[in-house]
């Protein structure tokens, strides 16, 4: 079983900047992914950014915004969000890809608890 505790959501103004992170403990073999996505009020959650074997996906609509790192020795990942709008207002939950050895290796998908990020004046 993996747990995710991320931390660094909160109020902020149009334009300012969040960092948000994430860190994984638990017991596995490796962590492969991991990454951001967000849901807005009556909205489906959407991919933000991962890290999947070193390579990054981002949505187009926080490209050149946001950035997310990972620090492997720690197991975790981070957001760095500048200049944000108040349509980046979502609750943001932290995912991770990691293998489990069960007998052989297995792949298993887990979500944090999600942070609340408001961007309003």
């Known amino acids: 079983q993996v747990r995710l505790e991320e931390s660094g959501g909160g109020l902020v103004q149009p334009g300012g900047s969040l960092r948000l992170s994430c860190e994984a403990s638990?017991?596995?073999?490796?962590?492969?992914?991991m990454g951001w996505y967000r849901q807005a009020p009556g909205q489906q959650r959407e991919l933000v950014a991962t890290i999947n074997e070193g390579r990054t996906t981002s949505a187009d609509s926080v490209k050149g915004r946001f950035t997310a790192t990972r620090d492997n020795a720690k197991n975790m990942v981070f957001l760095q969000m500048n200049n944000l709008r108040p349509e980046d207002t979502a609750v943001y939950y932290c995912?991770?890809?990691?293998?489990?050895?069960?007998?052989?290796?297995?792949?298993?998908?887990?979500w944090g608890q999600g942070t609340q990020v408001t961007v309003a004046s």
């Open positions: 995912k991770a890809g990691v293998e489990h050895y069960i007998g052989s290796i297995v792949e298993r998908e887990y």
């Open positions: 638990g017991s596995f073999v490796r962590i492969f992914e």
